[in-house]
């Protein structure tokens, strides 16, 4: 059994023009299964956050993580490889 999360489209919001801390609102499928979506829950309780919260946090230390090991150069390199490919256009990753 298969359990999904927000079927909304992703959509910007914008705040206010003159605020930096404009927010991006992401709605994507997830596709969980019964066991994953308890355990997320069971997780998410114990930190008494939501699990959009959790998601949330989750996908940012994620890219953190990235970062500061290096890993998004080489992903961005791979990406622009695979964009060249498929439509020659060139990417820069410095």
Same mark, same amino acid.
């Given at each position: 059994?298969d359990?999904?999360?927000s079927?909304?489209p992703?959509?910007?919001s914008?705040?206010?023009k003159?605020?930096v801390d404009d927010t991006i609102?992401?709605?994507?499928?997830?596709?969980?299964?019964?066991?994953?979506?308890?355990v997320?829950?069971?997780?998410c309780?114990?930190?008494e956050k939501s699990?959009?919260?959790?998601?949330?946090e989750a996908?940012?230390?994620?890219n953190?993580?990235?970062? @500061? +090991?290096g890993n998004?150069?080489?992903? $961005? #390199?791979k !990406?622009? @490889? +695979?964009?060249?490919?498929?439509?020659? $256009? #060139?990417? !820069?990753c410095?």
């Amino acid at each position: 059994m298969d359990i999904s999360l927000s079927p909304k489209p992703t959509h910007i919001s914008n705040r206010n023009k003159n605020d930096v801390d404009d927010t991006i609102v992401i709605n994507e499928k997830i596709n969980l299964t019964k066991n994953q979506y308890e355990v997320l829950n069971m997780i998410c309780n114990s930190y008494e956050k939501s699990i959009s919260k959790y998601m949330q946090e989750a996908l940012v230390q994620s890219n953190k993580s990235d970062i @500061e +090991d290096g890993n998004l150069c080489d992903v $961005l #390199l791979k !990406l622009n @490889e +695979d964009n060249k490919k498929k439509s020659n $256009l #060139l990417l !820069l990753c410095s």
